[in-house]
């Protein structure tokens, strides 16, 4: 998808006249037919980007769930690609810090890395920025910058931290043509509640839909804190998934009925960390903390009920059982592969200073990595 970066927003510059007064109307129409071909080849224009973080949920929740009890993600894994083996960044396992990674590209540590392993509720001078001591560019800073909306619709309080750095005294300066501000994140919405942060989410999208979105459902993590990540089912924890679940086939209805949204929305369902039984998510090598789900659903996700991993076997590596290092090459999918993904289905191109996905390879439609390789 990388001849396609940027064709929203210069096919939305055509439309609205910007290159009307240079060439005539039919000529004009046939320029943006022409802009438009690959994206129509690859299955319709993305210009709706729904993340969903499940914070602290086991892919083996959803397994044991089986259809009857998890209908929703299982529909997602019937009409998108997905995995069950992704893999969160290899040396922490904190919430704050793989979101974070979710949304810029970056590991956690090394001197390419946002650096940002602490878990815990942000003081209120703190950001990004100052706690790297250089500016980190977000998913948020690209798509803003490009005259597209965004949102991020949280569970807890501590992803106060992106608000903090990418509100309008934080975020960098707009030199991508319109200076649309240096407000990153048109909307930012904290609710403990997640059947209430749903219902303002599904409001909001109705009234005008955020070109990229991020959505973080808690429920899977509260209860595997409170009562351990037990998949036994009819435990807490599993109810929890099960809620969660049914708050996807909620948000899937929407998008198929919204004609908005239908055809032209991708939706990207990944995971912070797993958890264990009598345990939490800290201990790096416990395979069940480390272990996560990545699905991706919507127009031209081809062929349907896809690997991940064999789409991507030129450039990804099912690491199996193991944890390897984020030095390791090839990588395994993680969840930090989010953040370029995204970008690549809106057409545009990768974050500044980030190096997970930074070649926007990871294929989710059927492209070149997962063709065979040549004799």
């Known amino acids: 998808m990388s001849g396609m970066k940027q064709l929203p927003v210069v096919a939305a510059a055509a439309a609205n006249g910007g290159i009307r007064k240079r060439i005539g109307h039919g000529a004009l129409v046939a320029l943006v037919a022409l802009l438009l071909l690959p994206l129509c080849a690859a299955g319709g224009q993305v210009e709706f980007v729904v993340h969903v973080s499940v914070d602290g949920l086991r892919p083996d929740a959803i397994t044991i769930l089986g259809h009857a009890g998890a209908p929703n993600f299982y529909r997602l894994r019937a009409e998108g690609a997905f995995t069950d083996n992704a893999r969160t960044d290899a040396n922490y396992l904190g919430t704050l810090p793989n979101h974070i990674s979710q949304l810029t590209g970056r590991a956690v540590a090394g001197a390419a890395g946002h650096n940002y392993g602490d878990n815990r509720e942000p003081p209120a001078h703190r950001t990004l920025h100052s706690h790297k001591g250089a500016y980190l560019a977000s998913v948020f800073d690209v798509v803003h910058d490009h005259g597209l909306s965004t949102a991020l619709f949280t569970g807890k309080e501590k992803f106060r931290i992106f608000r903090q750095s990418y509100d309008g005294s934080h975020g960098a ?23 209430q942060l749903l219902e303002e989410y599904l409001a909001a999208m109705r009234a005008a839909p955020f070109n990229y979105s991020l959505l973080h459902l808690r429920d899977p993590d509260s209860a595997g804190h409170r009562y351990y990540w037990d998949v036994t089912p009819g435990s807490e924890y599993m109810k929890a998934v099960r809620r969660v679940d049914g708050m996807l086939g909620k948000l899937l209805r929407l998008i198929g009925t919204d004609s908005r949204l239908a055809g032209r929305t991708v939706l990207v369902v990944t995971a912070d960390h797993g958890g264990t039984y009598g345990s939490n998510h800290t201990i790096l090598d416990s395979r069940k903390n480390y272990t996560i789900p990545f699905y991706v659903w919507g127009p031209g996700i081809v062929p349907p009920a896809a690997d991940l991993y064999a789409l991507n076997r030129h450039s990804r590596l099912d690491p199996g059982t193991g944890r390897p290092p984020n030095s390791a090459s090839p990588q395994p999918i993680r969840e930090g592969d989010v953040a370029n993904l995204v970008l690549d289905l809106l057409g545009l191109g990768p974050i500044e200073g980030s190096t997970i996905n930074r070649a926007q390879d990871l294929e989710v439609r059927g492209g070149p990595s997962a063709a065979a390789p040549p004799p």
């Not at 300066?173 to 059947?195: A, F, L, Q, S, W």
């Open 173 to 195: 300066p707009d030199r991508v043509g319109v200076d649309n501000g240096r407000n990153k994140i048109d909307r930012y919405v904290c609710m403990e509640d997640t059947r």
